[in-house]
C-alpha cells in the first residue's frame, strides 16, 4: 500500500518516493540560481541540480563581474557591451569549465556581437552532450508583449551574423534560429 | 490473438459503441477499470503495449492505487481529442492541479508524478512537475524544506560550506 499512511511517520516519505530523475525535471524548472539553493536541502539533493539539462541564459542589463579583478573603467565596458551597443569587449577571461550535462541551450536576446558569439563558442566547445543550442533574436524584455513578432531590421542583422554560428556548430547539435 | 487485434475493428469480445476496445487496467490495490483504448493509448507505456499486441488481458499498474489510477483516467479523459472543445477551459480545469499548498494535494500530486512517470504520459508529467517547480520558486532553504517535508541531515558547519560552495545561488 502506498498512500494514507499519515506522512507523520515517515518525515521524509512524501517527496524522497520520487525517483531522481523526475526531481531533476522539476529542477529543470527553475532559475539556475533557484536550482543551485536546493544543494543544501538536504544530501541526496546535493548534486541533483547539476543534472537538469536545461539552461536559459537571459541577459540582464548589467552584469555584475565583481569577481574579476578588472578596473572599474573595464566593468563599464562590459556592460556598455552587454546592452548591446559597443562592439569592444575587454574581458576576456572566464574560467573554462566542461559541462557533461547540459543537452539544450536557448539564447533569448542575441544580437549577435562578439560578447554572444563567443558564449555560443564557448558552450559548443564545452559542453560535451549538447544536443540543441536556438538562438532567439528578441529581447528578453519583449517576450509576451505586441512586439515579439515584430520583424525589424535590427533582427535582419542579426540572422545575418547567426550564420557565422552555423558554420561552427558540430553535427550533433541542432541548430535552431527563431 | 489475432493479427487484426490493433485495428480499431478488433476481434476480441470486449467491443462496444463504434467497436471502440476497451482495455482492463489493474491497479496495485486490486481496483479494476475499463478504458476506450483511444483513451490509455496517452500512455506512451499502454501504446507500447497495444502496438505489441500485449494489451489482450488485463493490465497490471503496479505502484499506482485506484485513486491515483481514476485520477489519470480523468485526465486522459479530459485530454482526449475533442472532448474538450475549448483550450481556456482545459487550461482551468489543468489548473486545479496548481494549487498544492496543502499536504494532501502535495500528496495527490506526488502519486501522479509517480503514476506519469510509470505509465509514461507527458503532458501530465509536465504539468505536475511545472506545479511543483512553480510552487517552491522563491522559497528559501528552510521554507523548501518545510515544503517537501525533509530534515536536513547537514550540521551547521556543512551547510555554511555548501553554501560558501555555491555562494553565488545564495546572493540576491
Redesign the interface.
Known amino acids: 500500500?502506498?498512500?494514507d499512511t499519515g506522512?507523520d511517520d515517515l518525515?521524509?516519505?512524501?517527496?524522497?518516493?520520487?525517483?531522481n530523475?523526475?526531481i531533476v525535471?522539476?529542477?529543470s524548472?527553475?532559475s539556475?540560481?533557484?536550482a543551485?539553493?536546493?544543494?543544501?536541502?538536504?544530501?541526496r539533493?546535493?548534486y541533483l541540480w547539476t543534472f537538469t539539462a536545461n539552461l536559459v541564459f537571459v541577459a540582464p542589463k548589467t552584469v555584475d563581474y565583481g569577481k574579476t579583478k578588472g578596473t572599474k573603467n573595464e566593468r563599464k565596458s562590459f556592460q556598455l557591451i552587454s546592452n548591446g551597443r559597443y562592439r569592444r569587449r575587454t574581458i576576456n577571461q572566464f574560467p573554462r569549465l566542461s559541462h557533461q550535462h547540459l543537452k539544450v541551450v536557448e539564447f533569448i536576446g542575441f544580437v549577435g556581437c562578439p560578447v554572444d558569439l563567443e558564449l555560443a563558442f564557448y558552450l559548443l566547445e564545452n559542453a560535451t552532450i549538447l544536443e540543441k543550442m536556438s538562438v532567439n533574436p528578441t529581447s528578453p524584455f519583449l517576450i509576451g508583449t505586441y512586439f515579439e513578432f515584430y520583424n525589424d531590421e535590427k533582427k535582419q542583422t542579426t540572422r545575418k551574423r547567426t550564420k557565422q554560428l552555423k558554420k561552427r556548430v558540430p553535427q550533433s547539435v541542432e541548430l535552431v534560429i527563431c | 490473438m489475432s493479427t487484426a487485434a490493433t485495428a480499431d475493428a478488433s476481434s476480441s469480445g470486449d467491443t462496444t459503441e463504434g467497436s471502440v476496445r476497451l482495455l482492463t487496467l489493474q491497479s496495485e490495490d486490486g481496483e479494476v477499470f475499463e478504458v476506450k483504448e483511444t483513451i490509455a493509448t496517452q500512455s506512451v507505456t499502454i501504446k507500447g503495449m497495444v502496438d505489441d499486441d500485449c494489451a489482450t488481458s488485463t493490465i497490471p499498474v503496479c505502484n499506482v492505487t485506484g485513486r491515483t489510477l481514476a485520477m489519470v483516467i480523468e485526465w486522459w479523459n479530459k485530454h482526449e481529442i475533442g472532448a474538450v472543445s475549448n483550450e481556456k477551459e482545459l487550461k482551468e480545469w489543468e489548473s486545479q492541479f496548481d494549487t498544492i499548498d496543502d499536504k494532501s494535494d502535495r500528496d495527490d500530486v506526488y502519486d501522479l508524478l509517480m503514476a506519469a512517470n510509470y505509465l509514461n504520459i507527458p503532458t501530465l508529467l509536465d504539468c505536475c512537475t511545472s506545479a511543483v517547480a512553480e510552487a517552491i520558486k522563491g522559497k528559501s532553504t528552510d521554507e523548501m524544506r518545510e515544503f517537501f517535508d525533509i530534515k536536513s541531515d547537514f550540521d551547521e558547519k556543512e551547510e555554511d560550506a555548501l553554501r560558501k560552495e555555491n555562494q553565488w545561488a545564495f546572493e540576491n
Do not use: G, K
Open positions: 500500500m502506498v498512500i506522512s518525515p521524509e516519505y512524501c517527496v524522497s518516493r520520487l525517483p530523475d523526475i525535471n522539476i529542477f524548472r527553475l539556475l540560481r533557484e543551485a539553493r536546493t544543494s543544501i536541502v538536504s544530501s539533493w546535493r
